[in-house]
Structure formats: structure tokens, C-alpha cells
């Protein structure tokens, strides 16, 4: 019986294995693309543009830098954190959990081989990856409220409430295009300070 196909053609020509990725065949623009045109929130926000993971994921790196995430190499873990789903797409927790574990397997996978291919190391070490969440869980708490039709005390609940230093941080809409480079240029920028 036939295998079926597991690898996706990216727009710079690599074709990457969803069973077995290879850092080889991860690049940046592939992922700062996918990311750029991947919908948080399954869509559902205000706004004339959707929230995207790479909008998302430049948040969360700069709330981890503001709750003291000053080393480079994690501030550049932050932002890759949702990296896989430039492949995989943002599913919500429901979904994940429906899933199973076949899906937390696929996204440990990529997530290592994208670490790899940018000098982190596959596995994050557990107090970097705990304080990339607690910022993933202000941004969460942030788009929820601002964006995706959340009263506060919902998001109380769900995310926790947000030291107030960090709830003046407004999210921004911005078309595609302009978040994809903002992605890169972030990246470019974390990768010269390590």
C-alpha cells in the first residue's frame, strides 16, 4: 500500500517532511510567510486584517523581553515558539486536545528541528519555556480582550490577569506583507546579537 504524503512544498523550494523535518529545510521566510498568513483566534477578531501567528509571536517576544528576558538565543525562542504552524496552522486548545498526543508529537518535532536550524538547542530548558508560556499566556490575555470579544473577567479566567506594567501593550493589525517583514527583520536582528 501506497504511503501517503507527508512533506509540503514551501515557496522557497524545500520540501519539508512533517514525520522526520531536517533543519536543512526550514528557512525563515518560510516561516515568517506561513506565520504571516495564519489567523489566530481561528479568525475570529476585529479588525480589518486578521491577527496573525507571526503578529502574535513578535508580541510574545517582546513581553518575554519585558518581563526580563534579556538573553538573546531565548528572546530568538520566543519568537520561533509558534514556529511549527507554519505548516500545521494554529489550531485552538479544543482542537489540540482532540487531536491527542499525535499532535503535541508533530509539533515537537518541528519546533526541534527549527531550533536546530537556528542554534537553540532542540529542547528548551524548562525555566526558558515556562517564561516564554507566561508571556504567550499576556499576549493571550491581551488579544483576547482587545480583539477576540473577551470581557476582562473572561480573561481573567482563562489567562490570567497581566501585571499592569503590561497592559498598556496594544495589539496591532497589519496586512500580511508588512508583518512577514517585520518577522524577518526581527529574526535578522536576534540572530546578529548572538
Given at each position: 500500500?501506497?504511503?501517503?504524503?507527508?512533506?509540503?512544498r514551501?515557496?522557497?523550494?524545500?520540501?519539508?517532511?512533517?514525520?522526520d523535518?531536517?533543519?536543512?529545510?526550514?528557512?525563515?521566510?518560510?516561516?515568517?510567510?506561513?506565520?504571516?498568513?495564519?489567523?489566530?483566534?481561528?479568525?475570529?477578531?476585529?479588525?480589518?486584517?486578521?491577527?496573525?501567528v507571526?503578529e502574535?509571536?513578535?508580541?510574545?517576544?517582546?513581553?518575554?523581553?519585558?518581563?526580563?528576558?534579556?538573553?538573546?538565543?531565548?528572546?530568538?525562542?520566543?519568537?520561533?515558539?509558534?514556529?511549527?504552524?507554519?505548516?500545521?496552522?494554529?489550531?485552538?486548545?479544543?482542537?489540540?486536545?482532540?487531536?491527542?498526543?499525535?499532535?503535541?508529537?508533530?509539533?515537537?518535532?518541528?519546533?526541534?528541528?527549527?531550533?536546530?536550524?537556528?542554534?537553540?538547542?532542540?529542547?528548551?530548558?524548562?525555566?526558558?519555556?515556562?517564561?516564554?508560556?507566561?508571556?504567550?499566556?499576556?499576549?493571550?490575555?491581551?488579544?483576547?480582550?482587545?480583539?477576540?470579544?473577551?470581557?476582562?473577567?473572561?480573561?481573567?479566567?482563562?489567562?490570567?490577569?497581566?501585571a499592569?506594567?503590561?497592559?498598556?501593550?496594544?495589539?496591532?493589525?497589519?496586512?500580511?506583507?508588512?508583518?512577514?517583514?517585520?518577522y524577518?527583520?526581527?529574526?535578522?536582528?536576534?540572530?546578529?546579537?548572538?
Amino acid at each position: 500500500m501506497k504511503q501517503p504524503r507527508a512533506w509540503q512544498r514551501m515557496l522557497s523550494g524545500r520540501r519539508l517532511d512533517l514525520l522526520d523535518p531536517t533543519p536543512v529545510d526550514v528557512e525563515i521566510e518560510d516561516i515568517a510567510h506561513g506565520l504571516a498568513f495564519v489567523a489566530r483566534w481561528n479568525g475570529q477578531t476585529r479588525g480589518d486584517w486578521p491577527y496573525s501567528v507571526a503578529e502574535h509571536s513578535l508580541l510574545v517576544e517582546e513581553i518575554y523581553r519585558l518581563q526580563g528576558g534579556y538573553e538573546q538565543r531565548w528572546c530568538l525562542a520566543a519568537l520561533l515558539h509558534d514556529a511549527p504552524e507554519y505548516v500545521i496552522g494554529d489550531m485552538i486548545s479544543p482542537v489540540k486536545a482532540a487531536v491527542g498526543p499525535g499532535y503535541a508529537e508533530l509539533d515537537a518535532r518541528l519546533t526541534a528541528a527549527v531550533h536546530i536550524r537556528f542554534g537553540l538547542p532542540a529542547v528548551l530548558p524548562v525555566a526558558v519555556k515556562k517564561a516564554i508560556k507566561a508571556a504567550d499566556k499576556v499576549s493571550a490575555w491581551l488579544e483576547a480582550v482587545q480583539i477576540a470579544g473577551f470581557r476582562e473577567d473572561e480573561a481573567d479566567r482563562f489567562f490570567g490577569r497581566p501585571a499592569p506594567g503590561l497592559l498598556g501593550l496594544e495589539i496591532r493589525l497589519r496586512p500580511p506583507a508588512e508583518v512577514r517583514t517585520a518577522y524577518v527583520l526581527r529574526h535578522a536582528a536576534l540572530l546578529k546579537g548572538l
